[in-house]
Structures are given as C-alpha cells and as structure tokens.
C-alpha cells in the first residue's frame, strides 16, 4: 500500500510542478491565459487536441463498453473519433482565421461575431455550459473509481483530490499550463496502456492466446451487434455521426481552434489525428474484452472500474499505481481544459453582459474556475449511471450547436433567428426523448434531433431569404472538391453491414473487419494528406 500511494503522490508532484512552472501573471491577458498567446504549432496543437479529447471516458468508459460489449465498441470510438478529424479542415480554420482577425476568444464571442446577435451568442454559451459540466462531473467520478479500488480512497475523497490538483495548476498557468501538462499527460497515458495491456495479455498467456480464451467464453464480444446486443445498424450508424457532431463543439476542443499558429497546424493536427485515435482507444477496449478472463459477471456502472479491477489483481503494487495514473492522467488533461474553456465562458460572455462590458484580465476567469469545479463535484457525488450513457447523453446537446456554427462560416447571409429556433427546438426534443415521451426507434434519438434542428435552420433561412426576396440557390464551391466526395465513400464503407454477425476470420486474435476499420482509417489520412496539398476555392461561401 504504501508503494502504491508513493507512486501516485510522484506522479500528482510531477504533474502540478509542470503546471506551475508554466505559470502566467495572475493580472495576464484573456489572450495569453485562455489561448496561449495564440502560439500553439503542430506538435503542441495536436498533444493538446488529444490529450483533451482523450478523457476518463477514453479509459474508464470504453474499457467498461469493451468489457460489456466487446470489438463492436471500437470502430465507432477508433473510426469514429478520427472521422470527425475531417471537421478540423471544414469548421477549425476558418474558427481560427475569423478568431485571429477578430480577437476573438471563446467559441460564444464568434457566435456573436458570426451573427451579431448578443441573444443568440448567450443562448449558446449556456448550452455550452449545460451540456459539458456533465461531462466534466466524468472525469472526478472516474478518479474516484480509480483511487478508491488502488487504495481504498473513499470515493468521494478521490474525486475532491484530483479535482484539488487540477484546479491547482490551472489557475496558476491557464492555457500554458494546460498545454504542458497536456503533453506530458497524453504520452503518459499512451505508453502505459500499452504496458498495461502487455500485462494483461502476458498474464492469460499472451495476446493471442487471451484473446481465443475469451472468443470461446464470450464469442458475441467479437461480432455485431456485441456483448449485449447493443450495437445494431442504427445504433451504430447513430454513434459515429454524433461524434462528428458533437466533439468540434465541445468547447474545450473549440478553443483550442482560436490558440493555433496559423492554418497549416491545424491541418497537421487533422492529419494524424485518425491513426492516433485507432491506436489509442484500442488499447483500453481490448483490456476490457480480456477482462471477462479475470472478472466475469459484472454489470452497470460495476464494468466501468473493470480496469482497476484487474490491474490491482494481476500487476505488482508499482505497476497497478502507475497504470492507472495513466487513466487519471486522461481525466486531467480533459478536466484542466473544461475548466479553462468554461471559465473563460463564463467571465467573458456571461458575466460581462452583467457588468455591461467586457474583461481585459484573467481574474474573473479564475474566480469561475472554482465554482465551476465545484459543479462537478456535486454531480459526481452520485453518479446516476454508467460513463458511456451519461456521455451520450450530454454530447447529444452539444451537437445541436454544430448548424449554427457550420452554417454561420459558410453562408453569406445569416439570420440568427434561424440559429436561434434551431438549438431551441433541438433541445427541446432531445428533452422530450430524455423524458420518454418520443421513442428514437432503431437510432438513438441524436439523429432525430439532429434532423430538426438542420430542418428547422434551413427552414427558417430560407424564408429569411424569401422576405427579403434573396432566394436563389448557389451551390458553395467547397462541393466540388473532390476529396469531400472521397470522404463520404469512406463513412458508408465505415458502415460495413456486410459484416455483422461474423467471427472469422481471426487474425492475432481479432476478427478481421476490426482491421478493416483500421485500414479506413489509414485510408482517411492518405485523403486528408491531398486535401491539404489541394488549392482551396477562393470563395467557398454561399
């Protein structure tokens, strides 16, 4: 035990004496704690992109779905994730070249900038806010888990630690802080799952070996629909379009579009985002496949602690505290930029409506960070159910945001009505589903949200359009890019109905079309690599 708590207390000594080091004046500019000066490059951009997105829910959750529903889980998180990369070049650099212009800092003040609306640009910010505290609550829930099956931490007082750590580091250093500790974070989490599923796999035998042990137990981890029949075709085709969706709106990822160097970093970052995302969230899926070897039966909120669980059991007290650092550290690196992006959020388009005019410090942000910390907290007290639902959930209305966003960039006229009735209607039926009053049918119910609320802007837009008798269809040049084209071949392949229900072939002990996601994704960067060597259209707006 005692090794255990020294190696934990290291790593949380590491972590926070990087965060202080970077540390920014406490009277600093909102650009230089929230953005980093807008200086991020290629390798600082994407380390920080990943380790952001890469969340307790990238440990905790998709080891507890490996655990409940096998391989099937790992195309929609490995494909699926990198996918939605494909938004860095239609939404990211034009957030960053409007962003830079106009010294814009939080995603709701280019909402503003957008569609000059202070209404609208409110109305988001307190969607933003909503639907990510949630989310954050994740990642204290995961470090209690964590620390309470290691040590024997009472839940509550994990979560309180972590929490403690991360706001620590994060009001001394802001974005800068974040950033470093982001690196250091994600690469420590990438290495240490791969050790740990090393070890896992060596202790039944061997990778292989675990693998035909638990495909003769558990054979429906290996094939569609999985484990518990979860994953049918429109279940499957829901998840990996709500990614696309949701994850350019979570604000922390957002914001990170406004703190790049120029254009071309955030076109490297989109271009080995896929094969990072395979990599990585293979790793933790496949421990919670091999987990049934050493836990069978668990369920619930039970199957999202299978990775301490089994670390504990199998590996020594130093490498069990270590490993599961690692999934702390993905829970960190996520909550410090919640933190950051919902601060700023906060002081610069809440707090400055109340005071009538905006901050030219990071003083109030800091303030914010507190309190909101605290929100997710209390939301982590009690966890209602498992990782995977509570963020489905919350990235279903996060989504919602993703038309006025797109449509903001790329038509030239836009009326922030539209926008408006859009997110409000789209809330109001994801509200509707949450309460069981609709039922989604074979999809879960982010698609249906998400045809009203492209419906209902395109809708309004277009009789915008016809009152001021502008109505006249162009169709925007970026559609004659041929790679978009290539794209789009690429998400129905991704779709693979052709497969479902099969086993066999297994190669190293995993079903073949498990690698045939891996070759989509491989394929994808190849098309995103012409994409960046293309000419843009010189005016690819409506």
């Not at 160097?261 to 293979?282: A, D, E, N």
């Amino acid at each position: 035990m005692t090794l255990k708590i020294f190696t934990l207390l290291s790593y949380f000594l590491v972590v926070l004496v990087i965060g202080l080091l970077a540390h920014t004046k406490w009277k600093c500019s909102p650009e230089s704690y929230f953005l980093a000066d807008r200086k991020l490059g290629t390798v600082m951009l994407l380390g920080t992109m990943v380790a952001t997105n890469f969340s307790a829910f990238t440990v905790f959750g998709t080891s507890g779905a490996g655990y409940r529903d096998g391989y099937a889980f790992f195309p929609i998180m490995g494909f699926g994730t990198g996918f939605m990369a494909l938004t860095f070049w239609i939404l990211g650099r034009k957030i960053w070249e409007i962003g830079r212009n106009k010294n814009v800092v939080t995603p709701s003040e280019l909402v503003n900038v957008l569609y000059h609306s202070p209404f609208l640009s409110l109305l988001f910010a307190i969607v933003m806010i909503v639907f990510t505290i949630p989310y954050l609550a994740l990642q204290p829930m995961s470090a209690g888990y964590a620390l309470e099956e290691l040590l024997g931490l009472p839940y509550v007082y994990g979560c309180i630690l972590v929490t403690a750590i991360i706001v620590l580091y994060t009001l001394r250093g802001g974005l800068k802080a974040v950033v470093w500790t982001d690196l250091f974070q994600g690469a420590f989490m990438a290495v240490l799952l791969l050790v740990a599923l090393i070890i896992v796999a060596q202790h039944h035998g061997g990778f292989i070996v675990a693998n035909q042990k638990v495909l003769a137990t558990n054979p429906e981890l290996f094939s569609r629909p999985g484990g518990v029949d979860t994953y049918s075709y429109g279940i499957w085709f829901s998840y990996i379009l709500l990614w696309f969706f949701c994850d350019p709106m979570f604000p922390q990822l957002f914001q990170r579009f406004f703190s790049a160097h120029s254009k071309l970093s955030i076109s490297r970052t989109m271009l080995f985002y896929p094969i990072i995302c395979t990599v990585i969230f293979f790793l933790p899926i496949s421990m919670g496949v091999l987990g049934h070897l050493s836990f069978p039966g668990l369920a619930g909120t039970q199957s999202d602690k299978i990775l301490p669980m089994m670390l504990t059991s199998i590996s020594g007290d130093f490498m069990a505290a270590l490993i599961l650092a690692a999934g702390i550290a993905a829970l960190m690196s996520t909550m410090d930029s919640q933190l950051l992006t919902l601060s700023s959020i906060f002081s610069r388009d809440i707090f400055s409506l109340i005071r009538k005019q905006k901050s030219h410090n990071s003083v109030t942000g800091r303030i914010f960070i507190i309190f909101i910390s605290l929100a997710g907290l209390a939301l982590a007290y009690k966890p209602p159910t498992t990782i995977l639902q509570i963020a489905t959930q919350t990235f279903s209305g996060l989504a919602v945001l993703f038309p006025t966003v797109l449509f903001g960039l790329y038509f030239k006229r836009v009326y922030s009505l539209a926008a408006i009735l859009s997110i409000v209607w789209g809330e109001s039926t994801l509200l509707m589903f949450y309460l069981g009053l609709f039922s989604a049918g074979v999809f879960l119910p982010v698609i249906w949200v998400m045809i009203v609320v492209f419906s209902v802007y395109l809708i309004t837009h277009a009789v915008m359009l016809w009152r001021e008798g502008l109505l006249a269809f162009q169709a925007p040049k970026w559609l004659h890019n041929p790679y978009l084209y290539m794209m789009a071949g690429i998400f129905i392949m991704a779709m693979d109905f052709w497969n479902w229900g099969n086993i066999q072939p297994v190669f190293i002990g995993i079903p073949a079309w498990v690698w045939f996601f891996a070759l989509l994704s491989t394929i994808q960067t190849i098309v995103m690599a012409r994409m960046i060597k293309s000419k843009p259209p010189t005016d690819p707006r409506l």
